[in-house]
């Protein structure tokens, strides 16, 4: 069974952190990109950060660069994702997914990811 499972979401005040976590299970994690999303209250899903383990490379949209940092931890099969500086406008439900390498698209482009987390709620008090 595929399984992406978001956990580390909770209630937080402006100016605080949180790490998330994304375990995956059931696909081989090294042939797989990761990548995060967000869909806040009245908002379209936007992703804003993924890793490629092919070549280590992170990417961040303008929202959460210098802020967010993604870490992937292979021998656990693990994508962290570790929010600082959090911001009202940071609420939304997360989730992570899953792109092949196989996929014409690259991470960034958030396209194509055919495993999905059920998500975890991030909401950000000011």
């Known amino acids: 069974e595929v399984q992406l499972v978001e956990s580390g979401g909770s209630l937080v005040q402006a100016g605080g952190s949180l790490r998330l976590s994304c375990a995956a299970s059931?696909?081989?994690?090294?042939?797989?990109?990761i990548g995060w999303f967000r869909q806040a209250p009245g908002k379209e899903r936007e992703g804003f950060s993924c890793?490629?383990?092919?070549?280590?490379?992170?990417y961040y949209t303008d929202s959460v660069k210098g802020r967010f940092t993604i870490a992937s931890d292979n021998r656990k099969n693990t994508v962290y994702l570790q929010m600082n500086s959090l911001k009202p406008e940071d609420t939304a439900v997360y989730y992570c997914?899953?792109?092949?390498?196989?996929?014409?698209?690259?991470?960034?482009?958030?396209?194509?990811?055919?495993?999905w987390g059920q998500g975890t709620q991030v909401t950000v008090s000011s």
């Open positions: 997914a899953a792109l092949s390498y196989s996929s014409p698209y690259y991470c960034a482009q958030f396209r194509g990811y055919v495993y």
């Open positions: 890793i490629s383990s092919s070549d280590g490379s992170t």
């Open positions: 059931g696909f081989t994690f090294d042939d797989y990109a």
